[in-house]
């Protein structure tokens, strides 16, 4: 044999006696329970990982319930809160069309007023006019006397017909 065969040989056979030595002080299973050992714990941290990743979702799914609500109160809110400004805003208009209209009314009436005193002004004076003038006529062409109880006739009939 040559010397490369022969190291062969001597390196198969400590290759043999390490793996019976590791066979007889059980190194398998050793590393067969190592393995298994990290199999559980990789299982038992997928299973967390599960079990959190599902406690997520539903927190996620409460949240998302919350807002939508919170939207909708929001919502809400502003409807009603426009409603109520639309409201006062008709409310005011209203409230401004009645001020107009008594005013209106108002003013009419002391317009009326002051029409009704300046015709019965005009209608004094115009009395008052007629009867100087009716005095300075009969003056002339009537004693005194007779002119005073022509003049006092008059004064009743013109007072009679105004009221």
Same mark, same amino acid.
């Given at each position: 044999?040559?010397?490369?065969?022969?190291a062969t040989l001597w390196a198969t056979?400590?290759?043999?006696?390490?793996? &019976?030595? +590791?066979?007889?002080?059980?190194?398998?299973?050793l590393i067969a329970k190592a393995l298994d050992a990290r199999a559980d714990k990789i299982s038992n941290e997928l299973e967390d990982a599960r079990r959190l990743r599902e406690e997520a979702q539903q927190l996620l799914g409460q949240y998302q319930r919350k807002r939508k609500e919170a939207e909708q109160e929001a919502a809400d809110i502003v409807a009603a809160a426009k409603r109520e400004a639309d409201m006062l805003a &008709?409310? +005011?208009?209203?409230?401004?069309?009645?001020?107009?209209?008594?005013?209106?009314a108002l003013a009419e009436l002391k317009i009326g007023q002051a029409e009704r005193e300046a015709i019965g002004e005009v209608r004094a004076s115009a009395v008052d006019i007629a009867v100087e003038a009716a005095r300075t006529l009969l003056a002339g062409k009537i004693d005194a006397k007779a002119g005073a109880?022509?003049?006092?006739?008059?004064?009743?009939?013109?007072?009679?017909?105004?009221?």
């Open positions: 044999m040559d010397a490369t065969s022969l056979v400590a290759l043999v006696i390490f793996l &019976a030595i +590791a066979v007889y002080i059980k190194v398998p299973g &008709a409310e +005011a208009h209203q409230k401004t069309e009645d001020y107009v209209a008594r005013r209106t109880d022509l003049f006092n006739a008059s004064l009743q009939d013109v007072k009679s017909k105004l009221n």
